[in-house]
DNA sequence: CGATCAATTGACATCAGTCAAACGCAGTGG
DNA sequence: CCACTGCGTTTGACTGATGTCAATTGATCG
């Protein structure tokens, strides 16, 4: 499906304010997804730390930048755009674990090698640090390692959520668990229950190696759901949830 | 399935050997599973600390003793036999997402309620942390949280390990991939090649709640596999591995 | 306008699920 | 000792949801 060029980055070195001292100060004092990720832990104190440690880089659209399999040199935290993360069997075949969203931190795996691929779906921004960098930083700042564990669980819950999904719902509930899932992440949590607009960044093919189905499956089942007036599909990649109440119902089991 | 009675512990608080100043001692020093467990990563001097906050725990087979949604109060440690972890959907579907053998570590869901069930297959034995006992625990013994950290890794990469298997295996292959999984499990990592003789704890229903099959598809290819002169089926839950290449061949997509 | 690529739709095939029967084994009680 | 029961497993016949193959549509971009 992409072609995966073996692990090439556009790097482009971040320009770095300097302060008086010759430090380099705040160009994580103003990420906006701080917010949202694991260096929300470090205070402003130690900021430019975590500066120092990170190399901002750019991702173009398809372009893959994690080789499943490949030494594990660089752990990231992703700023813009959304990530595909995926495994593939030998013939092709392929399951994408999950997406990452900005703000989401990509390496865990404790292995010396990646357990799975990632390629940018759109243009994305993420930042990255080196193994060493992120041994220093988790020595020196414990709290970023509790924080950590608590991003690995999330994930964790995630992947049991998905498993459920995977081994034993039907296509249809599946579809709905994902634009209903969708719809959280781009949606303060308290849904008004009226329509909601998503702009989805990855293709059907995506949304098939997400689900476990075929891309043919994944189309004729929006079809479905349009012929049900609970959705409405748009041009482009635009998908408006016309009833979140009756997805629920198909997403969990009861449709 | 099973009846899943809401959270009933048969704790026998455990018998602790006090020492010369009136602490408790070595419960824990002699454990048979800390050399593969988080446990490992508390020095000898502070064993006691660990003895102090473990309740042990027998769980007769079958007793379910986490319910999926209930208040998350405690944390887990496996000792002895197999757990199974689950998650259900409201009409019984049921997938279980992963089985903990001794040396496991449960609950490290995040959020104040576990996010899946967990049942006793055979006896279990456990070591019970209540959450308060957890917190600090963590917080005397920063290694223990890096631990976790590694653990939940592993998890998490078994975790998608098994995404692809239920969203891109077929049938052959998921059974042929457990059944090379429950051997690594058993076996020292260096397999000989030779025949391995399995001695699974878990029903064909279990194995198909995990594979995300039916039972009678579960049989169906052991018996194929019988046929082909890979396996062998024994009385009971013996299974003998005949042929791990061509087991091996299956599982990764090339049968 | 033609080329390309993603998405949709249709016709058909198939793998795994469903329903049902039989088997084997263990435990119980006559 | 044997009949009976319960439960997990195996096997068979059939069904159906989803995959496969193929044609068409639609959008984007030179």
Redesign the interface.
């Known amino acids: 499906m992409s072609d995966m060029p073996s692990c090439q980055f556009e790097s482009r070195p971040r320009r770095i304010m300097m302060g008086p001292s010759g430090l380099q100060t705040d160009f994580c004092a103003t990420c906006t997804v701080r917010p949202n990720s694991v260096c929300n832990v470090i205070d402003e104190g130690d900021i430019s730390r975590l500066a120092e440690a990170a190399v901002e880089t750019i991702i173009p659209p398809g372009r893959g930048f994690i080789e499943e399999g490949a030494p594990a040199t660089d752990f990231f935290n992703v700023t813009a755009g959304t990530v595909k993360l995926f495994?593939?069997?030998?013939?092709g075949?392929?399951?994408i674990?999950g997406f990452a969203a900005p703000g989401h931190f990509l390496g865990?795996?404790?292995?010396d090698s990646y357990?799975?691929g990632a390629e940018a779906i759109d243009t994305v921004r993420v930042c990255r640090f080196s193994r060493e960098k992120m041994t220093e930083l988790?020595d020196d700042f414990?709290k970023l390692?509790?924080r950590?564990?608590?991003e690995?669980?999330?994930?964790?819950?995630a992947?049991?959520?998905?498993?459920?999904l995977?081994?034993?719902?039907t296509a249809r509930e599946r579809v709905a668990s994902f634009l209903l899932d969708q719809m959280r992440i781009g949606q303060p949590p308290a849904g008004n229950g009226g329509p909601c607009r998503l702009n989805l960044p990855m293709t059907r093919g995506d949304i098939a190696?997400y689900?476990?189905l075929t891309i043919e499956t994944v189309s004729r089942t929006l079809s479905w759901m349009r012929s049900q007036g609970m959705i409405e599909v748009g041009k482009g990649y635009a998908i408006t949830l016309l009833s979140v109440s009756r997805l629920d119902v198909l997403a969990?089991?009861?449709g």
Chains 1, 2 share one sequence.
Do not use: C, I
């Open positions: 495994k593939a069997l030998p013939d075949r392929r399951q674990t865990l795996a404790v292995s357990a799975f988790l414990p390692e509790r950590l564990l608590e690995a669980s999330n994930e964790l819950v992947a049991q959520n998905q498993m459920l995977l081994g034993r719902k190696d689900l476990g969990s089991g009861n």
